[in-house]
Each structure stands twice: as C-alpha cells, then as structure tokens.
C-alpha cells in the first residue's frame, strides 16, 4: 500500500466589513488574497499537486481552494465541496475523510478553526497551537488507509504559515 498524505489548510484571513454578510459568504481580504495566492507558490515544490481538494461551502474557504488550486496543477472546477467542512467538528471532518476513495493518497481539506486545529491534534500523537489563517499542515497517515483513521494515526511532517520565516521543510 503507498502512503496516504494530508494536507490541512485554514482559510486565509477575511473580511469583517459587512457586518450584514452572512457569515458563509464573507470574501477574503487583502491580506487574504494574498497569502492565499503565496503559502501554494511557497510550497509548490514541496506539495505538488493533490489528487482530491475538498472545501467547506463558505466563500473564504474556497477562494482560499482555488488559489491552492491554481498554483498546484488540479482543475479548481474539480474541487468538492462539502457542508460537513463547515463547523460541523471533527466528527464531520472525520467522516468525509473516511470516505476519500481508498486510491487517493494525497487529499487537501480546506476549513475553519476550532475544528480544524482540533483535528490536527486528533491525528496527530502531539499538541498545537491553532493553526493561524492560511496556515498548511501535512501530516502522513501511518496505516495508509483513510478508514483507519483514529487518535494518533498521523506524523507531522511539516505546519507552514503566512508569518512563519520560510524554512528548509521535509
């Protein structure tokens, strides 16, 4: 079996300035768009290009999908979105993780915190602090099996964000 691979990735940062916006169509701001267009360029050769991208509905997490998208090779129009990404906890993560075709070995979920953060420390045997906007986690699972997924199932390879000096990474 080969290695399953998993990329966890926090909406960049986004905009408070309608205060009317419900809060699933909040579009990223500035900043936002332009971490969201720097962290898949940063890491371009060290991610390469996914074989699924699942988003939440909410508009900053998929435009924050898109860039990702864009940079790494995969059709944007090929991204799944699911509500289950939106503040449904890490059992709705959890679920649609659990169901990513068993050929798939590199995935790219895009959410929210708290829950993305709490599944980072769910998988991981390890503790984080949250995870900041536009923040990449990859971890490998260990039973190479997405079904398998459980409490410490994954190593860490690598947490990159916006702010974070560029380093040589795994």
């Given at each position: ?97 659990k169901n990513v075709p068993k050929e798939a070995r590199k995935i790219m979920l895009f959410g929210h915190n708290p829950d993305i953060s709490e599944l980072l420390d769910y998988l991981s045997p ?45």
């Amino acid at each position: 079996m080969r290695k399953k691979t998993l990329y966890l990735i926090r909406h960049a940062k986004s905009s408070w300035k309608d205060p009317e916006l419900h809060d699933r169509e909040r579009p990223l701001n500035k900043r936002g768009h332009r971490n969201a267009a720097d962290m898949p360029a940063r890491l371009h050769d060290r991610i390469g290009s996914p074989e699924l991208i699942i988003s939440s509905p909410a508009k900053r997490a998929l435009t924050t999908a898109q860039y990702f998208a864009n940079e790494l090779d995969y059709p944007a129009v090929n991204i799944r979105v699911d509500k289950a990404l939106y503040f449904c906890g890490i059992e709705g993560y959890l679920r649609i993780l659990k169901n990513v075709p068993k050929e798939a070995r590199k995935i790219m979920l895009f959410g929210h915190n708290p829950d993305i953060s709490e599944l980072l420390d769910y998988l991981s045997p390890s503790e984080y602090e949250a995870m900041p906007t536009c923040a990449v986690a990859k971890l490998v699972i260990r039973d190479h099996t997405w079904r398998a997924l459980g409490p410490a199932c994954a190593e860490v390879v690598f947490i990159d964000a916006p702010k974070r000096i560029p380093q040589k990474l795994p």
